[in-house]
């Protein structure tokens, strides 16, 4: 996996992205018809190291779909008139910003030769977080449910072992980290380079640490620490700490912002990617996804879950906390193939009434794996431990247990990995609507592969 020559990077990218939403505007996306080839050799300068190793560990090479977007096309749009905001390699596609009610537009985009659809950004998103009131407790219950958390799928054995997640890069794409900066229960990351990378894909103008606390709780599951000892499941990763969700808006962008920041940690050499975030219903209902649009990859943040799993990286997703509201089902992108999406349940390893459910109906098993993210302890606004409930808790238990996996078995394909945890699992080969095969058995894991 990624060496320990890591450095901090506050809010540095080599590529453009949408710094502030224009709410007065609307984004559309156009997809083009063709890119311009480019040589292999050129092609992986835009690749960091890490990242063409990790292709090569797994026997991927690099293709047409990491092709930058044909910058002629680009130019002809902006000398036209029209605002471009962004691009994306893996959709090839640029962003635009559409002011609202402008029919004009639409007939000037159509005369372009290159353009073969567009689609216009509506949704809102959800972080996968199911509010109860916090309620802090003593250091000894902290301990004792985060110990046996670790137990119920069998990491403390790998701990044991001295497989922590060293070496793995892990990104968390969230809403913010209120306090990751300041709070004790993180000095070791910083003292320790842990945190290799921060940055805010909404917007660039604002500060991680000062927005949302929920990033901040994912992150203390993995890593975090209270008086001198470091707990969490991958305690000894990197983590790179991105921004993708504004809680100031619910706006259709954010999806892109999942994609760009997807496409970016590819180039990184990022691992395993943390996304404790969901969609499915939108501000304006006209764009309201429905049910019939899972599984069919109608989501951009479905399309893009898969892309980078065919790219080396694990992505790690909360399946949603919809199982009593109207929506019911798991959440986009816990539809994407060839991902890891995670149901809550209790301790015990019971779904919790508001887990999201998979469907019967399809072969795809969503969720496809389960763990303890009901009244879970993390680090909340105030730097204290306290309760918190939720698909997004559950999540990061999964993304430990892959990243210790991966440290020990560093060969594996990402579905070669999936496959180890989803064939390990309580219920396997038979599976629930809300916790599908169940809580994986890294020791089972262990016994079978030594």
Known sequence: MAGNKFFLLLFIFTFSRVTALDISKEYLLLYLKDKESVSLDELRKSFSPASLERRERQGLTLDSIDFPVNQEYVRQLAASGITVADSSRWLNAVLIQFPKNEKKLLTKISSFDFVDSFQFLGGKSQLEQWNHADTSTGYSEVEILHNASLKAIGLDTLHQLGYKGKGIQIALLDAGYIGVDTFDAFSHLHKRGQISEIADFTDTTKNIFNESVHGTKVLSLLSGKHNSKIMGGAPDAY????????????????????????????????????????YYSFDNSAYDYKNSDLYIHRSISTKVSELAAGRGMLIVTSAGNEGNLKWREVTFPADARDIIAVGVTSLQGRPTSYASYGRDSIQLVRPNLSAPGHKVYTIDDKGEYSLSFGSSYAAPLITAAAACLWEKYPHLKVTELIDLLESSAAHYPEHLPQTGYGFPDLKKILRHKE
Do not use: Q
């Not at 259709?252 to 969901?278: H, M, Q, T």
């Open 239 to 278: 983590f790179r700490l991105f921004k993708t969700e504004d809680v100031d808006y619910e706006h259709p962008i954010e999806e892109f912002f999942y994609l760009k920041a997807l496409e970016y940690c590819d180039r990184a050499g990022v691992d395993i990617v943390n996304a404790s975030i969901g």
